[in-house]
């Protein structure tokens, strides 16, 4: 199973910007599916977004559409969000995950990193 592992959390104050990495242990076959989920303190997992290893199609969830950007570096297997306008909302544990199919469910992804916080205060 491929390794994920996260980083470029931090704490930061509103309006601030971020940028998250995972870089994977292993190449993705060609109809994988990365994705960024976050967790907020005592609240579920949730979708952040998604983007098909090929032909590079991302999907937001509706919170940070327009905010956050996420792209890939395919000769280096890494995975990114770059997050623009931070609100406190966004407090979260942030993990990536990888799978084979389009979905905001958490159930449909098998790899996961071991997530990073990011913390929005002022």
């Known amino acids: 199973q491929v390794q994920l592992r996260e980083s470029g959390g931090g704490s930061v104050q509103p309006g601030d910007s971020l940028r998250l990495s995972c870089v994977a242990s292993a190449r993705p076959f060609s109809r994988s599916v990365e994705a960024w989920f976050r967790q907020p303190p005592g609240k579920e997992r949730e979708f952040v977004a998604l983007?098909?290893?090929?032909?590079?199609?991302?999907f937001y969830a509706d919170s940070v559409k327009g905010r956050f950007t996420i792209s890939r570096d395919n000769p280096a297997n890494t995975l990114y969000l770059q997050m623009d306008s931070l609100k406190p909302e966004d407090t979260a544990v942030y993990y990536c995950?990888?799978?084979?199919?389009?979905?905001?469910?958490?159930?449909?992804?098998?790899?996961w990193g071991q997530g990073t916080q990011v913390t929005v205060a002022s």
């Open positions: 995950a990888r799978g084979s199919e389009d979905s905001s469910s958490h159930q449909a992804y098998d790899s």
């Open positions: 983007i098909r290893w090929h032909g590079g199609s991302a």
